[in-house]
C-alpha cells in the first residue's frame, strides 16, 4: 500500500452537513433571480440538457481514463479521480453559472436530473472505467447509492431552497431586489471560510501530500470545464447554454464523493487526498472561470 493510502482526514460528517447548509443559503440566493418562465424555457427544449448529462457520464468519465493512462498517478489517485468523474455536478454549480451570466435554470435542471441519474450512473461508471485499469481494479469495490438518500438530498439542497427563493422573489419582489447583491456577497465570503476551515483542519495533510494529486487535480478539472464547453458548442449551444453546460460538467459533487470514500473505502487516502482537494479547487477555478465570464455578457446562439 503507498504510504498517501495510509492518511485517513479529518472531514466529519458535521462538516458535510454544515456544507449541504451553505449550499441550501446558496441555492435560496440564486432562486431569488429565477421565474417560472425560465424552468419553461429549458424543459420545453430538452437538447441542452442531454447535451450536459452527455458530456457528464458519457465523456467525461471516458476522458478521465485516458488522461489516467497518459499521467500514470498512484492506483488509489487513479480511482479518486474516476470516482470523481462519475459524480453527478456539485451543487455549488447553480451558484457559479448564475454568477458567471450563464443559464442559471438549465444549471439547475440538469443538477437535479444528473443527480437522479447518479443513482445509476455513477456506481456503473466507477465498476466500468475502475475494472479496465488493471492497478485500479485491484482496489475496486462495488458501489450502490441509496436512491432515498439521493432524491432526499435533491429535495433538501435544490427543491426547498428554490421554492423558498422564488416564492419571496414572487411575493415581495421589492424585499428580493434588495436581498441579491448581499445574497452573492454572503455566498462568495461564506464558502471562502469553509475553504479555510477545511485547509486547516487538514493542513499536515494537505502540506505533506498534496503534492501528489495538485497536477492531477489541474488537468482533471480543466479537462471537465473544457469537455462541457467544447461539447456544448459543437452541439451549437448559445454561450449562455455553454457556460451552464461547462460549469456543470467541471463543478463535480466531492461531498458525495467523500461520503462514498468514507463509507465504501474506509477512507482511502490517496482517494480521500483527491477528492478533498478537488473539493477546494474547483472553488477556485469555477470562480476564476466564473469572474471572467461576469465580466463578458453572452452573446445570442447563432442560427443553426
Not at 485517513?8 to 432562486?31: D, E, T, Y
Not at 469495490?141 to 427543491?159: E, N, R, S, Y
Not at 431552497?161 to 411575493?171: D, N
Request: aromatic share 10%; hydrophobic share 55%; charged share 10%.
Amino acid at each position: 500500500m503507498s504510504e498517501i493510502d495510509l492518511v485517513r482526514l479529518n472531514f466529519s460528517p458535521q462538516s458535510l452537513w454544515v456544507l449541504n447548509f451553505i449550499i441550501g443559503l446558496v441555492m435560496f440566493g440564486v432562486a431569488l433571480d429565477l421565474t417560472m418562465a425560465d424552468f419553461r424555457a429549458a424543459l420545453a427544449t430538452p437538447k441542452p440538457v442531454l447535451i450536459g448529462l452527455t458530456g457528464q457520464f458519457v465523456l467525461l468519465p471516458a476522458f478521465t481514463f485516458l488522461l489516467v493512462l497518459a499521467i500514470k498517478p498512484a492506483p488509489s489517485i487513479a480511482l479518486g479521480m474516476m470516482l470523481v468523474a462519475s459524480c453527478p455536478g456539485g451543487n455549488i454549480s447553480n451558484f457559479l453559472t448564475h454568477y458567471a451570466r450563464g443559464n442559471a435554470a438549465l444549471s439547475i435542471s440538469m443538477t437535479a436530473v444528473s443527480t437522479a441519474v447518479a443513482i445509476v450512473m455513477t456506481p456503473f461508471n466507477l465498476s466500468l472505467w475502475g475494472s479496465l485499469n488493471p492497478q485500479t481494479n485491484a482496489i475496486l469495490k462495488v458501489v450502490a447509492l441509496d436512491p432515498l438518500d439521493m432524491l432526499l438530498a435533491v429535495f433538501l439542497l435544490l427543491g426547498l431552497p428554490l421554492v423558498a427563493g422564488m416564492s419571496v422573489a414572487h411575493r415581495f419582489p421589492r424585499l428580493a431586489a434588495r436581498m441579491r447583491k448581499p445574497m452573492k456577497v454572503f455566498s462568495l465570503g461564506v464558502f471562502g471560510l469553509f475553504v479555510v476551515g477545511a485547509l486547516a483542519a487538514n493542513w499536515q495533510y494537505f502540506r505533506d501530500y498534496v503534492g501528489f494529486v495538485v497536477l492531477a487535480v489541474f488537468l482533471h478539472n480543466a479537462l471537465a470545464l473544457a469537455t462541457g464547453y467544447f461539447g456544448a458548442r459543437f452541439a451549437g449551444l448559445g454561450e449562455a447554454d455553454r457556460r451552464a453546460v461547462s460549469i456543470e460538467v467541471g463543478i463535480q459533487n466531492s461531498a458525495l464523493g467523500l461520503i462514498l470514500i468514507f463509507n465504501f473505502f474506509d477512507g482511502l487516502g490517496g482517494m480521500a487526498i483527491v477528492t478533498a482537494w478537488w473539493g477546494i479547487w474547483h472553488i477556485v477555478s469555477g470562480l476564476t472561470v466564473g469572474t471572467i465570464w461576469s465580466r463578458r455578457p453572452p452573446r445570442e446562439a447563432r442560427a443553426a
